[in-house]
């Protein structure tokens, strides 16, 4: 697909999506729409089910109803190889189970693009090396995954979805474990992707996501809220999700979002 209709095809739908774990409905008959260029942040109280949504849009689980595109192809028929050059889906805890260097595990997100003997190419360690630049870890090439701290080995595995390189960037609590410095590198990066690369990242900084997202889909108890940042992060929705009243406070052209005494 050409960059200009790529540009112009919606990247991510969900069609009458329903999710559930046990009796319990996570969000019920979800149209929802992920056009490239844009930063969705999934937000919602602890429990509500931002990771089970996102693991189910990219496929890992069965929806309990409706269905998830990517590029107008229903998930569940896709094969693995081509699910993960269009999707990558970072995990909110990383365990790594074997010893290895940095440099090694992030080659391995070229795992989509190999065939046969064609493993480790110079042009995927010169990719390798790039990514981890970008998230400040190059100096850790040699290191081996397992004595890294968790924020580092949070940030390998950003490293490991660059150089993967889809054009769905699902993140599952990107900035977990990280200091203030690299959640805004990681936060930054996101936001410079490509034109042509969408991402999708399940949330609880609420300021964070106000600074950088484009987009917010908010889960409540059987809601859901979605459009623009703006539009979504207004105080009277964020009491409604999160039963806890919000004050905001401005800070020249941002807002920042005060949660007050009286959680329900």
Known sequence: MNTEKLLNTELLNTEQLSVS????????????????GQFWCVLGRNGIGKTTLLHTLAGLNRPAGGRVLIQEEDIQSTSAQQLARLRGLLAQQQADAFSGSVLAAVIA?????????????????????????????????AHDVMHLS????????????????????????????????????VMEL????????????????????????????????????QGSTDSVLQPEILQAAFSCPFEVVENGSRRLFMPVAGVS
């Open 150 to 185: 968790g924020g580092e080995r949070q940030r390998v595995a950003l490293a490991t979805l660059l150089t993967q390189d889809p054009l769905l960037f699902m993140l599952d609590e990107p900035t977990a474990h990280q200091d203030a410095a690299a959640q805004i590198v």
């Open 21 to 36: 774990v046990g009796h319990k409905v996570l969000c019920s008959r979800l149209d929802w729409q992920v056009a490239p």
């Open 190 to 225: 996101l936001r410079r992707l490509p034109p042509q690369k969408a991402v999708i990242a399940a949330c609880h900084d609420i300021n964070l996501v106000a600074r950088y997202a484009s987009h917010v889909l908010l889960l409540g108890d059987g809601q859901v809220w």
């Open 109 to 141: 997100g070229r795992h989509p693009y190999q065939f046969g003997f064609g493993w480790d190419m110079e042009e995927d360690r010169a990719l390798a090396m790039q990514a981890l630049e970008q998230v400040r870890m190059a100096a850790f090439c």
